[in-house]
């Protein structure tokens, strides 16, 4: 049985080639003749296998919003829900969050267009401690994530979200989490490619299958695994 559903935009997915393209292009700003292709090559390194081959692009986060002006909300009113398929549909403040067991890790952060920030701090609530608060219902096989942008979405199946490095964090980068980094929650999905950590969380819901995220319409695996053949919807696997 297949838990995934097909993408939900009209025609089929935009070539990742083509898309990692334009993402590696439009971070890089301006960029001419033999530099292009550099950076083509550094685009696509992670995909290829060639991690620690090629030099990576950049040794900091680049800031990425798909969509513009997203709303800082006001920290002492913000909440995350949490619906669906669970015995408690229940809503997180800052101070709910606070009060659940926390969970700390140092991981790198790698971008599926090339760029790797090793060893960030992280902190905040693991996904399973969240789950186990509300009760997962029977039947559950994934769980979808919203961003108060508006816009971008993210699913995990529900293997993956019972993982312990995969965080509803609060804090990164040794403290909250700024605005720009999708604070004052974003998803952090350790051992998958930067689009799964969904920035500026604000609804998880408990659901019957996964549904494909912001980017996955758009060609990327639904499954990001750092490493693995990842962002290759052109060739056999
Ligand atoms: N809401 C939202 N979350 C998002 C994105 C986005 O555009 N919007 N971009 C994703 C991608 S592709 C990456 S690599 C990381 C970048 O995180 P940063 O902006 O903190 O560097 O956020 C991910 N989460
Ligand atoms: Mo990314």
């Known amino acids: ?18 898309v990692l393209g334009m993402l590696g292009l439009g971070a890089a700003g301006v960029v001419v003749g033999a530099s292009v292709q550099r950076q083509v090559n550094r685009t696509l390194a992670p995909v290829r296998g060639l991690e620690g081959v090629l030099p990576a692009a950049g040794g900091g986060f680049r800031f990425y919003s798909v969509t513009g002006g997203v709303k800082k909300p006001d920290p002492q009113t913000f909440r995350i829900t949490v619906k669906g398929m669970v015995r408690e549909p229940r809503s997180f403040g800052m101070a709910d969050l606070a009060k659940l067991p926390q969970t700390r890790m140092t991981r790198d952060f790698q971008c599926v267009t090339g760029w790797r920030v090793p060893d960030v701090g992280w902190a905040g ?3 399973p401690d969240l789950l186990e608060a509300v ?6 096989k994934a769980i979808r994530f919203t961003s108060f942008d508006g816009v971008y979405t993210e699913s995990l199946t529900m293997d993956q979200a019972r993982r312990r490095d995969v965080l509803v964090a609060t ?3 040794g403290g909250p989490v700024t605005h720009d980094h999708g604070g004052p929650v974003r998803l952090y999905v350790a051992p998958m490619y930067g689009y799964k950590s969904l920035k500026w969380l604000g609804g998880i819901e408990v659901v019957d299958r996964v549904r494909s995220g912001y980017w996955e319409r758009r060609g990327y ?10 962002g290759r919807d052109d060739e056999p696997t």
């Open 135 to 140: 009760g997962v219902g029977e039947g559950a």
């Open 221 to 230: 695996d639904v499954d990001a695994w750092v490493g693995r053949s990842n």
């Open 1 to 18: 049985m297949n838990d995934y559903d097909e993408p939900e935009v009209g025609g089929p997915p935009v070539g990742r080639r083509i």
């Open 171 to 173: 804090e990164m980068l």
């Open 125 to 127: 609530v693991a996904l």
